[in-house]
């Protein structure tokens, strides 16, 4: 049984940083590629960031280039995603997933599986 457990989330001011975690299991995690998506009140679910399988190849929305940064351990099956220079546009739900093929990993419709996410507000 996939399991996809989000945590980090909480209320901070804006130009601050948290660090979300992304722990699964029930997969071969080395075999998968990450990724983190997030979905704002009212709109629809967005791409955010990927990592590849052996941590190498990296993408991330222009949105958030330059800001957020993707990573993994192997080890402990989970993913990371460091937030700095937070915006109150940076306000959502944020979930990871996990993706066979790299050519899917930023459309949402190739995903069947949702944990239930981790809140991030953003507001002084």
């Known amino acids: 049984q996939v399991q996809l457990v989000e945590s980090g989330g909480e209320l901070v001011q804006p130009g601050g940083s948290l660090r979300l975690s992304c722990t699964t299991s029930g997969f071969t995690f080395k075999d998968y590629h990450m990724t983190w998506f997030r979905q704002a009140p009212g709109k629809e679910r967005e791409f955010v960031a990927a990592v590849g399988n052996f941590g190498i190849s990296v993408r991330h929305a222009a949105s958030v280039r330059g800001r957020f940064t993707i990573s993994r351990d192997n080890s402990k099956n989970t993913i990371y995603l460091e937030m700095t220079s937070l915006k109150p546009e940076d306000t959502a739900r944020y979930y990871c997933?996990?993706?066979?093929?790299?050519?899917?990993?930023?459309?949402?419709?190739?995903?069947?599986?949702w944990g239930h996410g981790t809140q991030v507000t953003v507001s002084s």
């Open positions: 997933n996990a993706a066979m093929r790299w050519s899917d990993i930023a459309t949402v419709q190739s995903y069947e599986y």
